[in-house]
C-alpha cells in the first residue's frame, strides 16, 4: 500500500513539473509546474520545442530569487500561460481556479518579475496568440535600462492578450528609455488588455505603455480598474502609425501625470480613439501630434469611482461603476471578473475589473 502511494506520487511528480501532454494533431504542448525551476524550464522548452504551447502555473507563490522569469522566442506559435491550476484526482492540472489572486509571481522587491519576448514576423504568426491571464504579478523592481519593473510582453504579428492580471507594487527607478515602465506591452498585432487590475505602481517613465506600429492595428482596453497615480506618464499610449484604441468600461485614476497620454508619432496618421463608458478622475492628452477621437460616449472623468480603499479596487456601496457598462463592447469581456464571479451580473456589467455583488445580495432579499 504504501510502496504503491510513493510509486503515484513519483509519477504525479514527473508529469506536472514537466511536459504533461503532448498532441501530435494539434502541434500542442501543456506544462503544469508547480515551483519556481519548473516554470522556468517550461519558458526554456517553449522557446524552442515548434509547438503551440500552454503553461499552467499551479496554485500558489512564484518568487523570482533574484533572477526574473524570462523567455525569448522568434516562434511563429502561440504561448498561453495562465495561473490557478491543481488536480482532480488522477487528471494533473485539470482544474482552474478562477480567482487571479490564486496564483502569484513575485519579484520581492528585487528584480523584475516576468519578460516574454516572443518577436515572430513569418508565416503563420499572425494567426498566433501570446497570452497572459488569470495571474497576479507583485513586487517587481528594476533600475536596469529597457526592462520593464513587472511585466514586459513583446510580440511581432501575434495577437496579444493580457487578461484577468493583477499588477501590483512595481517599481522603477530610472530615466532613460521609452521602455522603462511599470507594465509595458509591446505589439505590432492586435492587443487586449482586458479585466486587470493596476495599482500601487511607481515609475520615472510610465505606469502602463503600450507601443504598436501598424494603422491596421487595434488595441482594446476593455473592463479594466487603472489606479495610475505618479510617474511622468500614468499610462502612455504610442503608435507610430494611427493605431485604432477602442477604450470601454474602465475605472480610471490618474494622478499627478499626464494622465491618459496618447503618443502619434504620425501627423498624417493619428491615433484613433474611441471611448465608451469610462469612469474616474482621469484627462486625455494627446501629445505631439494629438489624436483623432471618433467616439466619447457614456464617459465621466470628473467622478469619484468609490472604490473599498486605496488597495482594494472593488466597487464601495453607492459606486457609480456598478451597472453602468457597455455589456457588448468590440473585442468581447471575459466571463467572469477578477474573483471569479460572474462577469455580467444583475442584466448589466459594471465598469471596471471587478463585478460587485453587493447588487445581487440585496435583490435576494438581504439587507
Given at each position: 500500500?504504501?510502496?504503491s502511494?510513493g510509486?503515484?506520487?513519483?509519477?504525479k511528480?514527473?508529469?506536472t513539473?514537466?511536459?504533461?501532454?503532448?498532441?501530435?494533431?494539434?502541434h500542442?504542448?501543456?506544462?503544469?509546474?508547480?515551483?519556481e525551476?519548473d516554470?522556468r524550464?517550461?519558458?526554456?522548452t517553449?522557446?524552442?520545442?515548434?509547438e503551440n504551447?500552454?503553461i499552467r502555473?499551479?496554485?500558489?507563490?512564484?518568487?523570482?530569487?533574484?533572477v526574473k522569469?524570462?523567455m525569448?522566442?522568434?516562434?511563429?506559435?502561440?504561448?498561453?500561460?495562465?495561473?490557478?491550476?491543481s488536480d482532480?484526482l488522477t487528471l494533473?492540472?485539470?482544474?482552474?481556479?478562477p480567482s487571479?489572486?490564486a496564483?502569484i509571481l513575485?519579484g520581492?522587491?528585487i528584480?523584475?518579475?516576468?519578460d516574454?519576448?516572443?518577436?515572430?514576423f513569418?508565416?503563420?504568426?499572425a494567426?498566433?496568440?501570446?497570452?497572459?491571464?488569470?495571474?497576479?504579478?507583485?513586487n517587481?523592481?528594476t533600475?536596469?535600462?529597457?526592462?520593464?519593473?513587472?511585466?514586459?510582453?513583446?510580440?511581432?504579428?501575434?495577437t496579444l492578450?493580457l487578461q484577468?492580471?493583477i499588477q501590483t507594487?512595481h517599481a522603477?527607478n530610472l530615466?532613460?528609455?521609452i521602455y522603462?515602465?511599470?507594465v509595458?506591452?509591446i505589439?505590432y498585432?492586435?492587443?487586449?488588455?482586458?479585466?486587470?487590475?493596476l495599482?500601487?505602481?511607481s515609475?520615472?517613465y510610465?505606469n502602463?505603455g503600450i507601443f504598436t506600429?501598424n494603422?491596421?492595428?487595434?488595441?482594446?482596453?476593455t473592463n479594466?480598474t487603472l489606479?495610475?497615480?505618479g510617474?511622468?506618464?500614468?499610462t502612455?499610449l504610442d503608435?507610430?502609425n494611427?493605431?485604432?484604441y477602442?477604450i470601454?468600461n474602465?475605472?480610471?485614476?490618474?494622478?499627478g501625470?499626464?494622465g491618459?497620454a496618447f503618443?502619434?508619432?504620425n501627423?498624417s496618421?493619428l491615433?484613433?480613439?474611441?471611448?465608451y463608458?469610462?469612469?474616474g478622475?482621469?484627462?486625455v492628452?494627446g501629445?505631439?501630434n494629438?489624436?483623432?477621437?471618433q467616439?466619447?460616449?457614456?464617459?465621466?472623468?470628473?467622478?469619484?469611482?468609490?472604490?473599498?480603499s486605496a488597495?482594494?479596487l472593488r466597487p464601495a456601496?453607492g459606486?457609480p461603476l456598478?451597472?453602468?457598462?457597455l455589456?457588448s463592447?468590440?473585442?468581447?469581456?471575459p466571463s467572469?471578473d477578477?474573483d471569479g464571479?460572474?462577469?455580467v451580473d444583475l442584466g448589466i456589467i459594471?465598469?471596471?475589473?471587478?463585478?460587485s455583488?453587493r447588487?445581487?445580495?440585496?435583490?435576494?432579499?438581504f439587507d
Open positions: 500500500m504504501n510502496g502511494i510509486k503515484f506520487a513519483v509519477l511528480h514527473l508529469a513539473s514537466l511536459l504533461v501532454l503532448a498532441s501530435g494533431a494539434a500542442a504542448a501543456i506544462f503544469c509546474p508547480g515551483n525551476a516554470f524550464q517550461a519558458l526554456a517553449a522557446a524552442t520545442n515548434g504551447d500552454e502555473l499551479r496554485v500558489g507563490t512564484y518568487y523570482t530569487g533574484g522569469f524570462s525569448t522566442s522568434t516562434e511563429a506559435k502561440s504561448l498561453a500561460i495562465s495561473g490557478g491550476w482532480s494533473f492540472c485539470s482544474i482552474q481556479s487571479a489572486s496564483t513575485d520581492q522587491h528584480t523584475a518579475v516576468l516574454i519576448s516572443a518577436y515572430a513569418g508565416s503563420g504568426s494567426a498566433a496568440t501570446v497570452s497572459l491571464s488569470n495571474l497576479t504579478l507583485r517587481g523592481y533600475n536596469t535600462n529597457g526592462e520593464a519593473a513587472g511585466l514586459l510582453i513583446g510580440t511581432g504579428n501575434q492578450r484577468n492580471t507594487g522603477h530615466y532613460g528609455s522603462n515602465n511599470a509595458t506591452l505589439g498585432g492586435d492587443v487586449y488588455v482586458v479585466n486587470n487590475a495599482s500601487s505602481l515609475s520615472k510610465a502602463l506600429v494603422a491596421s492595428q487595434t488595441v482594446f482596453l479594466n489606479s495610475l497615480a510617474a511622468g506618464f500614468n502612455l503608435a507610430n494611427g493605431t485604432a477602442r470601454v474602465n475605472a480610471i485614476v490618474t494622478a501625470g499626464y491618459l503618443n502619434s508619432r501627423a496618421d491615433i484613433r480613439t474611441w471611448m463608458n469610462n469612469i478622475t482621469y484627462n492628452n501629445m505631439f494629438g489624436i483623432a477621437p467616439a466619447d460616449v457614456g464617459n465621466f472623468p470628473n467622478v469619484d469611482p468609490k472604490f473599498v488597495t482594494d456601496a459606486s456598478v451597472n453602468l457598462g455589456n463592447p468590440y473585442g468581447g469581456v467572469i477578477l464571479n460572474p462577469r459594471d465598469v471596471g475589473a471587478y463585478e455583488t447588487e445581487r445580495i440585496f435583490a435576494n432579499g
